[in-house]
């Protein structure tokens, strides 16, 4: 849960940051250069240089963290422009379903009953969100949407790729590969996706606190808890996040929500928490965690 909390405090961040002259694009790469950074010489503290992946396997999380934590939470934070945060997190909350879909194509992992009906209502859920916003902002929902998509495609591969290294030294590679991606869009890239970064003090402390809070201290949060307590219920938990988001948009940033939303929010995280136990259901009757196909539900969440 304080794993959930933390990614959910990810638009509020965003809000302000903006107020502080930063775009998206500055502030997430200030964000993800500041965790590699940090996270690089806690590695080297820990374990200095031992136990790193061959280079095959390190290409591969480097690569992973290069798109992954790329594009998916880069139009995450361009959708907040259109849309309220709490109808971007439950929208973007398809994320799952699609996870499931995908890994049902490339691995041939049906899903059973309770899960295929979880999709199904997950959709529901989401459409019933996604209705509620006016003509002005369906741009907003295309980017929400393609969002979760490169999000989805994230967490299946990942789950083929989770394995290869220790969970420390995976972030730190993956957040490495995210933070060069930043640093060579903004110095190459086109201009329409040139950053701005914060132009006082105030700025750059909040970018420092969401990198510790959201970068690292939630990942570490968020796989603590799968040590724990399994990834089945680990992803179940998580919807959380989705809640703090929506109480933070209500009481902090002026945003309102409906009743329509509110049952259509309550759809589509009542649904994860079904999948959630689903699989946890699973783990127990195994005796194991489940491969990728369970890893598509939550592996490393994007906020």
Not at 69 to 87: E, K, N, R, T, V
Not at 216 to 227: M, N
């Amino acid at each position: 849960m304080l794993a959930g909390a933390g990614y959910g405090t990810g638009p509020w961040f965003a809000q302000n940051l903006e107020r502080n002259g930063a775009n998206p694009m500055g502030f997430l790469t200030a964000r993800f250069t500041m965790s590699a950074i940090i996270l690089i010489v806690i590695r080297l503290i820990r374990m200095g240089a031992t136990n790193l992946p061959n280079i095959q396997d390190a290409l591969k999380i480097f690569l992973l963290g290069a798109f992954g934590f790329f594009i998916s939470p880069l139009l995450y934070f361009i959708a907040l422009h259109d849309l309220d945060s709490g109808l971007v997190v439950v929208i973007f909350y398809i994320y799952p379903a699609l996870a499931v879909m995908l890994s049902w194509i490339i691995y041939q992992h049906k899903p059973n009953l309770v899960i295929s009906v979880c999709l199904f209502t997950t959709l529901t859920g989401v459409w019933l969100t996604a209705g509620q916003v006016g003509d002005g902002n369906f741009s907003g929902i295309i980017i929400t949407f393609l969002s979760a998509v490169f999000h989805a495609a994230y967490v299946v591969a990942a789950g083929s790729i989770s394995k290869k290294s220790d969970p420390l030294t995976m972030l730190t590679i993956a957040l490495t590969g995210a933070a060069v991606t930043f640093i060579f869009v903004s110095l190459l890239g086109p201009s329409s996706l040139n950053p701005e970064f914060p132009i006082n003090t105030q700025g750059w402390l909040l970018v420092v606190a969401m990198a510790f809070l959201i970068t690292i201290l939630a990942t570490a949060l968020f796989f603590a808890g799968i040590k724990r307590i399994g990834p089945g219920v680990t992803s179940m938990v998580e919807t959380f996040e989705a809640v703090v988001t929506i109480s933070i948009g209500v009481m902090l940033m002026n945003e309102t929500v409906t009743t329509i939303q509110i049952l259509g929010t309550v759809t589509v995280l009542g649904s994860i928490v079904a999948i959630g136990l689903a699989e946890s259901r699973a783990e127990k009757q195994t005796g194991k965690q489940p491969d990728s196909h369970s890893g598509t539900v939550l592996d490393l969440p994007i906020s």
